[in-house]
């Protein structure tokens, strides 16, 4: 079923990897995708454990007129065209007049971010406005909850550059649902952990409890968080401009939650609530409710708070918490919650470079061996760096540039 002595070896089933063995076999090559999980998708994988799809990672189809996934996902939902925000201020609704101070203090963060472009780069805590009445709401939810990283620890350069503009999609199915979908047919071998990979030779040797599978050339689409802790073994180690590239693309944090819940709330669906940050509550979470018209509401917990929670049973607690805060005594039912800090395959959900360190994602998509080991994903796109059209992008380009026999 799988070739015995492919083209290529592409390690991990996430959108990168799934993104390689499609354009490998648009070009007539061979390839096998070593998987360590029993599942493909990867960061982007959706269930409908709660009767409804719920995607564990990535949500939303971001900057959907430059994504290349957008055609794949005809039945997505211009989430910005139909959901309002509500703001909660810790014991009231937000009024128009405090939605629109809100929205005036977003748009001078993103005019600070985009200044501090050019010149040396500093992180995004030392470029952006304080003291104002919402620029700590403004910091918390652009870093914490979008970037999944406190602004203290955020390049300027890194972010400015990844932050495309244009709308936001959510698929009726996912956008695990549509990875998963655009893998059918391709030779993926689940519960195929690589434990090490010998590129000394003139091929490459992928070695683990699977056995060993030699192959022209390896693309390698693990986060590299997963790289960081040694999750793969390299012989010779990789040179000091990948280790290098690696440590200064640590993952940042975000995980998610659902409960279904048999009343609307007030809310309509689609639409999404934040809160303000406040002494008693500095770190609050996120929601979107009602997805698709579907009984779940499900939410967001970034930064530091997702480390220390380590998602799972304790996020799900905080989240009660804070519903209840908002909502009074609303009839949760069934939940679940992501933990991607603390799963091996992951160790969070996507890279963020150090300060001064924004060149790190071109240096760790250089090539080494003569092209014959790669490294694609999330982390080495310049434009989309952290989401799955990076990742997606990045999986065509390596495989665009592995050399025919
Ligand atoms: C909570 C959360 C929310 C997100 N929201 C969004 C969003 O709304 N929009 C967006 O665009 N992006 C979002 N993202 C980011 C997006 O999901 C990722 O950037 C993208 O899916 C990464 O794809 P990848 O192929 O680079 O890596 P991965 O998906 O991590 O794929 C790598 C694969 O390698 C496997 N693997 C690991 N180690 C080994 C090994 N030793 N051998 C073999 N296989 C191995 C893993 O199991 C995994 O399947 C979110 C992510 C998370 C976690």
Redesign the pocket.
């Known amino acids: 079923m799988f070739p015995s002595d492919p083209d290529v070896v592409v390690?991990?089933?996430?959108?990168?990897?799934i993104a390689t063995a499609r354009a490998l076999a648009a070009r007539g090559l061979s390839c096998v995708v070593?998987?360590?999980?029993s599942r493909?998708?990867?960061?982007?994988h959706a269930c409908t454990t709660l009767g409804a799809v719920f995607d564990?990672?990535?949500?939303?189809?971001?900057a959907a007129e430059q994504n290349a996934l957008t055609p794949h996902a005809p039945d997505a939902v211009n989430h910005d065209r139909i959901r309002e925000r509500h703001f909660w201020m810790g014991d009231a609704w937000a009024t128009p007049a405090e939605l629109a101070a809100f929205q005036r203090a977003d748009n001078a963060y993103h005019a600070a971010v985009a200044r501090a472009a050019s010149g040396p780069d500093r992180a995004i805590a030392d470029v952006i406005p304080h003291g104002g009445p919402w620029d700590a709401t403004v910091a918390h939810w652009q870093g914490a909850q979008i970037q999944a990283m406190e602004v203290e620890h955020l390049s300027a350069h890194d972010i400015a550059a990844n932050s495309p503009d244009g709308s936001n999609l959510l698929p009726r199915e996912g956008?695990g649902g549509v990875i998963a979908r655009l893998a059918q047919g391709l030779p993926i071998r689940l519960d195929?952990?690589?434990?090490s990979l010998d590129w000394s030779g003139p091929g490459i040797i992928a070695q683990?409890g699977f056995g060993t599978l030699r192959a022209r050339a390896a693309i390698i689409?693990?986060?590299t968080g997963?790289l960081a802790a040694g999750?793969?073994r390299f012989t010779p180690s990789l040179p000091a401009t990948h280790a290098q590239a690696v440590h200064d693309l640590p993952l940042a944090l975000?995980?998610?939650f659902a409960f279904r819940c048999p009343d609307r709330l007030g809310i309509a669906p689609f639409h999404s609530v934040r809160c303000r940050v406040t002494p008693a509550r500095p770190r609050p979470l996120s929601f979107v409710f009602w997805p698709h018209e579907a009984d779940h509401l499900f939410g967001f917990a970034g930064g530091t708070l997702a480390w220390e929670l380590g998602g799972g049973d304790a996020l799900i607690e905080h989240a009660r918490g804070e519903l209840r805060h908002i909502f009074g005594n609303p009839p949760l039912g069934a939940a679940l919650a992501?933990s991607?800090g603390r799963d091996p395959?992951?160790l969070g959900?996507?890279s963020q470079a150090r300060v001064g360190a924004a060149g790190a994602r071109a240096a760790l998509a250089q090539p080494l061996a003569n092209g014959r080991l790669m490294f694609a994903?999330?982390?080495t796109h310049h434009g989309m760096a952290?989401?799955?059209?990076?990742?997606w992008a990045?999986?065509e380009r390596a495989a665009q540039a592995i050399q025919p026999r």
């Open positions: 390690i991990g089933a996430g959108a990168a990897g070593l998987e360590a999980g493909i998708g990867g960061r982007a564990h990672g990535a949500t939303w189809l971001h956008v195929a952990r690589v434990e683990g689409t693990v986060s997963v999750g793969i975000l995980d998610k992501t991607w395959l992951f959900s996507y994903g999330e982390a952290g989401m799955v059209s990076g990742a990045e999986g």
